[in-house]
């Protein structure tokens, strides 16, 4: 004996009715959202932020693109300020096509950016910005090299001298770079390396009916500071077994690229 179940259908007009109901629930949500969109673009809404962040340790890893590398507390703010009469001030809706705008992010680190602009809709309009990211690469390299990070030119200290590399210190068997004074040596320091972009920008743009228009965009990109590159001293020889055979040496450096350069 077989038993068949028989599910209901929905008819065409309940599923009308079940559809109507959800589209009644969700149309506040949307319309609610809406709002929100809309007041956006014709309310003025400036906000000031500022606080203190504390970097536990000094890292140029964790601090490579944020600017916080150093240990300590350090303030930052962002601010976004507008205006002009195309808002609405209060209950009153803006009835004029003039608006204004600056805008802050990441102040008091070395990834802060500012802006500003001035426009009338559709007729002319006016913005400048800057903006810096420094790229920090290593604070623990140690060199006798003296130069600025933001110049273009490292060299040696007057006073290092010469190293002797034919002198092999007794005992210790150390010889080159190994076997340098203690004068030499005290002319290591530790250099915090690292690379700065900083961009400046201009735009202004006039429309002199729908069809035709003049725009001008300029963009100034610099950037200082150094990196590290790695090189390979010439070929010294050296006597080696019984038979006096030579071979050729080679030392591997690790040196500061200086980068100062704008387009």
């Known amino acids: ?48 932020e500022v606080g203190v962040g504390n970097t536990s340790a000094d890292s ?32 009153d809706l803006g009835t004029g096509v003039n608006t204004w705008e600056i805008k802050g992010n990441d102040l008091g680190t070395t990834s802060r950016e500012v802006s500003g602009s001035v426009s009338q809709q559709g007729l002319w309009s006016l913005g400048i910005g800057y903006d810096e990211l420094q790229h920090n690469i290593s604070n623990t390299y140690q ?19 010469v190293i002797n590399t034919a002198y092999i210190q007794p005992l210790t068997f150390l010889s080159g770079a190994q076997a340098m004074t203690a004068t030499q040596k005290s002319y290591f320091q530790t250099v915090d390396v690292h690379s700065d972009r900083k961009n400046t920008r201009l735009v202004a743009a006039y429309a002199f009916d729908r069809q035709w228009g003049l725009k001008f ?19 010294a020889t050296a006597l080696s077994g019984p038979g006096g055979s030579t071979w050729g040496i080679e030392k591997m450096l690790i040196l500061m690229n200086p980068t100062n350069c704008y387009v």
Request: charged residues 15%.
């Open 217 to 235: 965009d300029y963009n100034r990109l610099e950037q200082t500071g150094a990196k590290l590159m790695s090189a390979s001293t010439d070929a």
């Open 60 to 91: 140029a890893k964790f601090g490579e693109y944020n600017g916080l590398n150093k240990s300590g507390a350090n303030v930052i703010g962002n601010f976004r300020l507008r205006g002009g009469d195309a808002y609405s001030h209060g209950n």
């Open 143 to 161: 060199t006798p090299l003296v130069g600025a990070m933001g110049g273009n030119a490292f060299t040696m200290p007057a006073g290092f001298g």
């Open 1 to 48: 004996m077989k038993k068949h179940l028989d599910t209901p259908a929905f008819s065409t007009i309940s599923l009308a009715v079940h559809s109507a109901l959800l589209l009644m629930l969700a149309m506040p949500q949307i319309a609610l959202a809406d709002d929100e969109e809309v007041a956006e673009l014709i309310r003025i809404t400036n906000t000031v």
